[in-house]
T-cell receptor
Framework: ELKVEQNPLFLSMQEGKNYTIYCNYS?????LYWYRQDPGKSLESLFV?????AVKQEGRLMASLDTKARLSTLHITAAVHDLSATYFC???????????FGTGTRLKVLA | GAVVSQHPSWVICKSGTSVKIECRSL??????MFWYRQFPKQSLMLMAT?????????EQGVEKDKFLINHASLTLSTLTVTSAHPEDSSFYIC???????????FGPGTRLTVL
């Protein structure tokens, strides 16, 4: 059974600082997604990572995937208040279209 | 990208009533729809997968008689919470399968509060 864990669960950081969110999963997968969720809202797609070593960047966010380690990271560079949200990774189960979501990381960027 | 709508956005009902949530794919045909539930400050949990013209597949621990799913057309899937109780209060989100693994789209969600 595929299990997905994120670390940390809560993160409070100062503006301008860097930090990394980790997403570990337990079995082989062929795709991994990162999403952002604002309070009371649905999910906004950030990145999809489909192969080992894949790296994608958008603004202050950069995501990477290591399929051998079953690990994805979401790196935040020079955080700004607008990045405050909950971030989820979701891992696809091989051979199906199902996705298992991580526990989520609630990020608060302090001005 | 795919446009997905949900109706209603939020609903408050009394315990024991049934609530129907509609999920529509506005600009494409969705043969499969995923239904998720999200409790406050928790992650999304897959409840069931609906397929147009056939029975839904429910995840372990989800009562199929309580959460009725109908996928009558390629653009509409509905989730009915029957005899709702306060513990059913949650944020329900649908997500259509578009056939592409590049992006997964989500509806805006329906917040259900059962008094």
């Amino acid at each position: 059974e595929l299990k997905v864990e994120q670390n940390p669960l809560f993160l409070s950081m100062q503006e301008g600082k860097n930090y990394t969110i980790y997403c570990n999963y337990s079995t082989t997968s062929d795709r991994l997604y990162w999403y952002r969720q604002d309070p009371g809202k649905s999910l906004e797609s950030l990145f999809v990572l489909l192969s080992n070593g894949a790296v994608k960047q958008e603004g202050r966010l950069m995501a990477s995937l290591d399929t051998k380690a079953r690990l994805s990271t979401l790196h935040i560079t020079a955080a700004v208040h607008d990045l405050s949200a909950t971030y989820f990774c979701a891992v696809g189960t091989s051979g199906t279209y199902k996705y298992i979501f991580g526990t989520g990381t609630r990020l608060k960027v302090l001005a | 990208g795919a446009v997905v709508s949900q109706h209603p956005s939020w609903v408050i009902c009394k315990s024991g009533t049934s609530v129907k949530i509609e999920c529509r794919s506005l600009d494409f045909q969705a043969t499969t729809m995923f239904w998720y539930r999200q409790f406050p400050k928790q992650s999304l949990m897959l409840m069931a997968t609906s397929n147009e013209g056939s029975k839904a597949t429910y995840e372990q621990g989800v009562e199929k008689d309580k959460f009725l799913i109908n996928h009558a057309s390629l653009t509409l899937s509905t989730l009915t919470v029957t005899s709702a109780h306060p513990e059913d209060s949650s944020f329900y989100i649908c997500s259509p399968l578009t056939g592409s693994t590049d992006t997964q789209y989500f509806g805006p969600g329906t917040r259900l509060t059962v008094l």
